[in-house]
């Protein structure tokens, strides 16, 4: 399919003004000098000011991040061990209940998560906090990590561990060598994946959080239940601003990996 | 023995952490409220025995549900919007899925990740950037009143076509995805084939392309329909105080009421709604994957 009429011109260019204009008036708003978020007073970076001396803020957003960070690494270890036995574990006892928990947490409704690891908690009698946040995203972000790891896996040369084994390897030597060094950009992609899954929640967090503990989302939906303000919108800038500096960064590293494996390959073939 | 170790850690996780909290809740939704803590009854107790725990149980709570129709009204509005907003999603995507197969092949990753973009960004803050432009003083009615289309502001936040707006603005990239990938992968010689034997270029695209784009059709709305049908932020950001939907009666039921054991019941009969679409896209994703090899 290779023709671009109006008709193509037109729907992709209201498609992405559909996508980008909410964001770009999120963003232009953000440096409104009035109170009033719908009225336009000037500009005016004052609102980022408010933001740095808003202790509740900051705190929230550090909570956020130190759970994002333990959740996200946890979550690669775990989603790529449980990739791994996917599809090189063989048959196993249980293996089906096994994909079927990988599969499950990706469709359920937040809400049913949240709340089954809410009664969970307080069965166990464990408190609510950091501890129990961290737990419940790594239990959902694992199940993303291993379906990123696993689709890279089935496409890999299982011959390349083969010969490493043969070439004396041991079994642990082979994966670290060879295993791992193959497949690290997706879990890369992975960690990256659970960690804005992490970020991003608020439905799960607020069901596992207790009062000693409050992440960023908390924080946002309760100020933005009482109606828009500047100080959220300059909040919201800044976070799409970390975005779009990651996925540009993300993206070149691919394009520069991808430039230099094709090359090498180039130079095999020559070889 | 490590090939065990490597099964047993991730297993055991998800055994403790995804399968236990399940058989819990629907342990609870079957137990009654008590003002207790934690505030349901029967406790579980080793001196009783298990066969005296079990008889305490009952499904007093479901049957509660059809006999509040607040219960299976909240279902019935979730499942029309969330077919809804899936219908008017793919209005929206499919042009912009089109739009983007057809562009040139140099173009394409760009338009990718500009679609996949909005996906890394704050669902929250997507959601939240509609309240400012919906509101009866907000960016579309002043646009509006300025234009001269309308003389008094239109109230849309606060109704279900803000959640509409709102799901399918979010869900958006769910959509255009699985069906760009399908129609990037057609074979574009078909199209000429059946120009060439007369269809117009209308014709050739109802007979031809879009039965070929179905798989990614259907991918898309159980993407979408999925997790729209047990949505919470939207319908309590964008939606009025009428908004009903499943999502927004158990977290009110949990957080406001603390009924536990009505908020398991309720979570239970959504998991219930729930298996039949899931079951039929993962049927739809194998049947695909069969084709393909």
């Known amino acids: 399919m290779n023709r671009m009429s109006w008709f193509n011109t037109v729907s992709l260019t209201l498609g992405f003004a559909f996508l980008y204009i909410p964001m770009v008036i999120l963003i232009v708003y953000s440096f409104n000098e009035s109170k009033l978020v719908t009225v336009w007073g000037g500009f005016s970076p004052k609102w980022y000011g408010e933001l740095l001396k808003n202790e509740a803020f900051l705190t929230a957003a550090w909570v956020t991040f130190k759970v994002a960070v333990a959740s996200s690494t946890l979550a690669t270890v775990l989603g790529t061990m449980a990739a791994y036995v996917l599809v090189r574990g063989g048959r196993f006892f249980g293996r089906t209940l096994f994909s079927g928990m990988i599969y499950a947490p990706l469709v359920m409704p937040e809400v049913i998560t949240g709340l089954s ?22 239990t959902f972000s694992m199940c993303f990590v291993s379906v990123v790891v696993s689709s890279r ?119 | 023995m490590r090939r065990a170790f490597l099964i047993l850690v991730p297993y055991t996780w998800l055994l403790a952490l995804f399968l236990v909290p399940f058989v819990i809740v629907l342990k609870i939704s079957l137990s009654d409220a008590a003002i207790a803590r934690p ?92 309240m400012g432009i919906l509101s009866n003083e907000g ?70 392309t879009l039965p070929l784009s179905r798989p990614g059709v259907i991918a898309g709305c159980f993407l979408v329909f999925i997790p729209a049908l047990g949505e919470f932020v939207i319908p309590s950001l964008l939606g009025g105080s009428d908004t009903l939907m499943i999502g927004k009666v158990l977290w009110e039921e949990f957080f406001s009421n603390r009924d536990w054991p009505v908020a398991s019941a309720v979570a239970v009969v959504l998991l219930l709604l729930l298996v039949i679409p899931i079951v039929l896209f993962q049927r739809n994703q194998q049947k695909q994957q069969e084709a393909d090899t």
């Not at chain 1, 009664?119 to 419940?136: M, P, S």
């Not at chain 2, 349901?40 to 509660?64: H, K, S, T």
């Not at chain 2, 399918?168 to 120009?195: H, K, N, Q, W």
Request: hydrophobic content about 55%; overall charge negative; glycine content about 6%.
């Open chain 1, 117 to 138: 690891l809410l009664l969970l908690f307080i069965g166990i009698g464990l408190d609510r906090g950091v501890l129990t946040i961290v737990l419940a995203h790594t």
């Open chain 2, 139 to 208: 960016l579309l009615n002043q646009f509006l009143l300025w234009s001269g289309f309308i003389t008094e502001p239109l109230v849309i936040l606060n109704t279900n076509l803000a959640v509409y707006i709102g799901i399918v603005y979010t869900y958006l990239p769910f959509m255009i995805l699985p069906i760009y990938s399908a129609l990037e992968r057609m074979d574009g010689s078909l199209i000429e084939a059946a120009e060439d034997l007369g269809c117009s270029r209308t014709t050739a695209f109802w007979l031809v």
């Open chain 2, 39 to 130: 505030p349901y009854l029967p406790q579980f107790d080793w001196a009783e025995g298990i066969w005296a725990f079990l008889a305490q149980l009952d499904f007093e709570n479901f049957v509660w549900l059809t006999q509040d129709d607040l219960y299976w009204k909240a279902y019935l509005s979730s499942l029309k919007i969330a077919i809804t907003s899936t219908f008017f999603t793919l209005l929206v995507g499919y042009p912009i899925a089109y739009g983007m197969a057809s562009a040139p092949p140099m173009w394409r990753p760009t338009l990718m990740m500009f679609v996949i973009l909005p996906f890394w960004t704050s669902f929250l803050i997507r959601v939240y950037a509609w």
């Open chain 1, 153 to 271: 896996l089935v496409t890999f040369d299982r011959s390349l561990e083969e010969a490493a084994l043969d070439l004396g390897c041991t079994g642990s030597e082979a994966f670290r060598l060879v295993t791992l060094p193959i497949i690290a950009p997706a879990v890369i992609s992975g960690w990256l994946l659970a960690f804005t899954l992490s970020l991003d929640d608020l439905v799960i967090a607020s069901f596992t959080s207790g009062p000693a503990a409050t992440t960023l989302p908390i924080k946002i939906f309760s100020a933005v239940r009482l109606g828009v303000s500047p100080e959220i919108n300059a909040l919201s800038t800044i976070m799409i601003a970390i975005v779009a500096v990651g996925v540009s960064i993300a993206s070149l590293v691919t394009k520069y990996q991808m430039t230099r494996q094709m090359k090498e390959e180039q130079e095999a073939e020559r070889n």
